[in-house]
């Protein structure tokens, strides 16, 4: 993907604990509702949406519905 000066991205480092990951995604959240089109986010979001992307998970935790 090509990306022009101005578009805008985002770096994530989400937090480690539930209540801190919840403020963090809200914060993207409100950023994503400020902007109209394209935008990136990437980084370590510190939960895995599917079970699929972690050895032997086989259950679908809150934490990973939240996100």
Known sequence: MKFQ???PRTSVYSPHTRRD???CWE???TIK???DGPWVTCGDFNTNR???ER???TRITNIMREF
């Open 5 to 7: 000066d101005g578009e």
């Open 21 to 23: 990951k919840a403020e």
């Open 27 to 29: 914060v993207i959240a």
């Open 33 to 35: 509702g400020m902007l």
């Open 50 to 52: 599917y079970t699929g």
């Open 55 to 57: 050895r032997n998970s």
